[in-house]
Structure formats: structure tokens, C-alpha cells
């Protein structure tokens, strides 16, 4: 385990954890974040190991994030709270639920099943190490590189957040790319338990979305009993940006009830 940096949100009677997804950071949620700590919510937004400003590690598996988050919350004396977690987060969130179900009080989980999935990011690691980050000298040649082998302008932007400047002024990535790239398969496995988790859950997935499929309901019931799937109108896996209002109530009305 590994201290974990995270930003601060509001204060309240109520917790809510957030956890990014694949190739993220807190600063992806940071205007949810900021609403949600105006609204009486006491919110802490994560920066997973390899991703951000956190610690880089030479591993990158479900239950090492489990176990950041437990100290995490162990050192911010955190008894209980809710886990909201998106994509590669949810899977952190769900596990963390099941394993440590006295920590979390509540669960969210954003366009993401428990199941096992298929390879996703393949173009996206195409494109990453298509950077030459000795030699690009700004955030446009970057995206250039990257376009060949990544046609989507909102997924370039999303990775090009993650560019950094070195002290020498070099370009280079926040997140821990081979780190990241060589475990990649193991975000990718299935979470499971021999016990559900039997406190309220919410799934909200996207509407045009296929991370959440029909025949992820059983697998979801069994080990969530008390879980409720709502779906996000016009919205695809990055509902919480897509639809933010919508996003935002239904989180708040969830963490406050």
C-alpha cells in the first residue's frame, strides 16, 4: 500500500470517496467534485497509484488500489464512507465494498460490471508510445503524433491531460506508462466474492454506453442484492462529463438520502 495523493472537498455529514478511471486523475472530477463539497458533502478525489501525482509502483492490480484505498482511509481516519468509482474505479470500488464492507457505507459505481472485459485501449497505447517525448515541444505536436493511431479528438484530449513538464522543461507522461502497459490485463479480470454486499449500491451507466450490458444484471444482483441501475440519457462511458447535471443529482441524492 502507498499514500495516495487526493484533493479535499467541502465538509458535511456525509463521505464520498471518488476513484478515476484508466489513465485519469482527481482532476478529471474536479468541478463535480467542487459542487458536490458545496452541497454539504465532505468529498475526497483520488489519484490512484501510477496516475497523477500519486506514487508510481511496479504493480497495477485491483487489490493493491483496494489496499491503497483502506490506508487511505485509515490515515485520513475515515470510518465509513461512500466509494464512487468510474471504469477501472468502479472495479476498485466494487472489490473495496466487498472485501472491506464496513468501510464503505454506500457504493456507486459509473459504467462498469463486474464481469471480465475484452482489451479496450489498444489504439490508445498505440498512440501513447507513438510520442516521441524527447522531441515534441508542445501539447500540439504531442496530439499530431497521436492522431494516426487515434482518431477520436475527446479521447487525445482526455490522454493529453496527463502531459507534464520535467524541471529541464522535457515534455513527459504523469501516469506510469509501463507500469500500466504491462499490467494492463489484470484491471481487465473479473470481480468476485463468496459473500454480496448487502448496503445500497447505485450502477449508473451510460445509455449509448456497452460497459453495462442485460446480461451483466444477474452477475450484479448476485453479489449487489440491494443494487439499482439507472441509465444516463445520451450519455456513452464518460457519462460523468457528458451529462454532468444529471450525473451530479443522482449522486447526491444517492450519498444524502
Given at each position: 500500500m502507498i499514500q495516495l495523493n487526493?484533493?479535499?472537498?467541502g465538509s458535511g455529514n456525509h463521505t464520498l470517496i471518488i476513484i478515476h478511471g484508466f489513465l485519469g486523475s482527481l482532476d478529471n472530477w474536479h468541478t463535480l467534485a467542487t459542487r458536490w463539497g458545496e452541497s454539504g458533502i465532505q468529498v475526497y478525489s483520488l489519484d490512484m497509484r501510477n496516475h497523477g501525482r500519486s506514487p508510481h509502483t511496479d504493480t497495477h492490480r485491483i487489490d493493491d488500489?483496494?489496499?491503497?484505498?483502506?490506508?487511505?482511509?485509515?490515515?485520513q481516519q475515515i470510518s465509513t464512507a461512500?466509494?464512487?468509482g468510474h471504469s477501472m474505479g468502479g472495479k476498485v470500488a466494487m472489490q473495496c465494498a466487498l472485501t472491506h464492507p464496513s468501510l464503505a457505507e454506500k457504493l456507486i459505481v459509473a459504467d462498469m460490471a463486474p464481469r471480465e472485459?475484452?482489451?479496450?485501449?489498444?489504439?490508445?497505447?498505440?498512440a501513447i508510445h507513438h510520442v516521441d517525448l524527447s522531441n515534441v515541444q508542445s501539447r500540439r505536436e504531442a496530439e499530431e503524433a497521436m492522431k494516426p493511431y487515434l482518431g477520436d479528438f475527446g479521447t487525445r484530449q482526455f490522454i493529453l491531460k496527463n502531459l507534464d513538464r520535467t524541471e529541464s522543461g522535457q515534455y513527459c507522461w504523469k501516469f506510469n506508462l509501463g507500469t500500466l502497459y504491462r499490467d494492463y490485463e489484470e484491471i481487465l479480470k473479473s470481480i468476485d466474492s463468496a459473500?454480496?454486499?448487502?448496503?445500497?449500491?447505485?450502477?449508473l451507466k451510460g445509455e449509448l454506453s456497452l460497459y453495462i450490458k442485460d446480461s451483466d444484471i444477474d452477475?450484479?444482483?448476485?453479489?449487489?442484492?440491494?443494487?439499482?441501475?439507472?441509465?444516463?440519457p445520451q450519455a456513452g462511458h464518460w457519462l460523468h462529463a457528458e451529462q454532468p447535471e444529471i450525473f451530479f443529482r443522482h449522486v447526491h441524492d444517492f450519498v444524502t438520502y
Amino acid at each position: 500500500m502507498i499514500q495516495l495523493n487526493y484533493k479535499k472537498y467541502g465538509s458535511g455529514n456525509h463521505t464520498l470517496i471518488i476513484i478515476h478511471g484508466f489513465l485519469g486523475s482527481l482532476d478529471n472530477w474536479h468541478t463535480l467534485a467542487t459542487r458536490w463539497g458545496e452541497s454539504g458533502i465532505q468529498v475526497y478525489s483520488l489519484d490512484m497509484r501510477n496516475h497523477g501525482r500519486s506514487p508510481h509502483t511496479d504493480t497495477h492490480r485491483i487489490d493493491d488500489m483496494v489496499q491503497d484505498i483502506v490506508y487511505f482511509m485509515q490515515q485520513q481516519q475515515i470510518s465509513t464512507a461512500t466509494l464512487l468509482g468510474h471504469s477501472m474505479g468502479g472495479k476498485v470500488a466494487m472489490q473495496c465494498a466487498l472485501t472491506h464492507p464496513s468501510l464503505a457505507e454506500k457504493l456507486i459505481v459509473a459504467d462498469m460490471a463486474p464481469r471480465e472485459y475484452r482489451h479496450g485501449h489498444d489504439d490508445v497505447f498505440t498512440a501513447i508510445h507513438h510520442v516521441d517525448l524527447s522531441n515534441v515541444q508542445s501539447r500540439r505536436e504531442a496530439e499530431e503524433a497521436m492522431k494516426p493511431y487515434l482518431g477520436d479528438f475527446g479521447t487525445r484530449q482526455f490522454i493529453l491531460k496527463n502531459l507534464d513538464r520535467t524541471e529541464s522543461g522535457q515534455y513527459c507522461w504523469k501516469f506510469n506508462l509501463g507500469t500500466l502497459y504491462r499490467d494492463y490485463e489484470e484491471i481487465l479480470k473479473s470481480i468476485d466474492s463468496a459473500t454480496a454486499y448487502t448496503k445500497p449500491v447505485l450502477f449508473l451507466k451510460g445509455e449509448l454506453s456497452l460497459y453495462i450490458k442485460d446480461s451483466d444484471i444477474d452477475q450484479i444482483h448476485r453479489l449487489f442484492p440491494l443494487a439499482q441501475v439507472l441509465s444516463v440519457p445520451q450519455a456513452g462511458h464518460w457519462l460523468h462529463a457528458e451529462q454532468p447535471e444529471i450525473f451530479f443529482r443522482h449522486v447526491h441524492d444517492f450519498v444524502t438520502y
